[in-house]
T-cell receptor, first 118, second 113 residues
Framework: AQKITQTQPGMFVQEKEAVTLDCTYDTSDPSYGLFWYKQPSSGEMIFLIYQGSYDQQNATEGRYSLNFQKARKSANLVISASQLGDSAMYFCAMREGGRGSTLGRLYFGRGTQLTVWP | SQTIHQWPATLVQPVGSPLSLECTVEGTSNPNLYWYRQAAGRGLQLLFYSVGIGQISSEVPQNLSASRPQDRQFILSSKKLLLSDSGFYLC???WGSGSYEQYFGPGTRLTVT
């Protein structure tokens, strides 16, 4: 079974509008972390935001927020006030195991291509 | 601050030729290191990871291998490339414990012809 599912291959949003990118995950580990990365056309992977499974509040980083719904196993990324520079591929990822895990591997979804138009 | 380097940035190699991609990390010690491959339009597939010098774990059996000769150096190799080895190779690092984010290098785009 897929550990990370991103069902939106592509999304379009007008500049200055908000957009939500969907991500669902599958794990039986009670301790895990969820990540979002941005990959512009240059190929670099840019870390955006992190949510721990025990965090009580949704994570926020500037214009990025993570809508964490634990019971539904979803971790959607919300980008507010979209900018043209937000056009990129966005990946959701999960790490199983709590703090101190020496493995730290990430499981990635297939990504969502976001296009911001003026 | 920590930085991660990869080279070369792009590479075009014929089928059957050897491969060596290098990744180095600066500004930290004893990092966990990872090699990922990204096929066109796909997510990232973990190939190898290492928690220390000489310690390599493989996720996907294939004709690739990895080595970690120094604490902050991670090398991806192949004796004979296949067409299916084409892709975007990304190296990443994280601290062994207490940190969650993985930080990625700029990547190497490999085309096997």
């Amino acid at each position: 079974a897929q550990k990370i599912t991103q069902t939106q291959p592509g999304m379009f949003v007008q500049e200055k509008e908000a957009v939500t990118l969907d991500c669902t995950y599958d794990t039986s580990d009670p301790s895990y972390g969820l990540f979002w990365y941005k990959q512009p056309s240059s190929g670099e992977m840019i870390f955006l935001i992190y949510q721990g499974s025990y965090d009580q509040q949704n994570a926020t980083e500037g214009r990025y927020s993570l809508n964490f719904q634990k019971a539904r196993k979803s971790a959607n990324l919300v980008i507010s006030a979209s900018q043209l520079g937000d056009s990129a591929m966005y990946f959701c990822a999960m790490r199983e195991g709590g703090r101190g895990s020496t493995l730290g591997r990430l499981y990635f979804g297939r990504g969502t291509q976001l296009t911001v138009w003026p | 601050s920590q930085t991660i380097h990869q080279w070369p940035a792009t590479l075009v190699q014929p089928v059957g030729s050897p491969l060596s991609l290098e990744c180095t990390v600066e500004g930290t010690s004893n990092p966990n290191l990872y090699w990922y491959r990204q096929a066109a339009g796909r997510g990232l597939q973990l190939l190898f990871y290492s928690v220390g010098i000489g310690q390599i774990s493989s996720e996907v059996p294939q004709n690739l291998s990895a080595s970690r000769p120094q604490d902050r150096q991670f090398i991806l190799s192949s004796k004979k490339l296949l067409l299916s080895d084409s892709g975007f190779y990304l190296c990443a690092w994280t601290w062994g414990s207490g940190s969650y984010e993985q930080y990625f290098g700029p990547g190497t785009r490999l085309t096997v012809t």
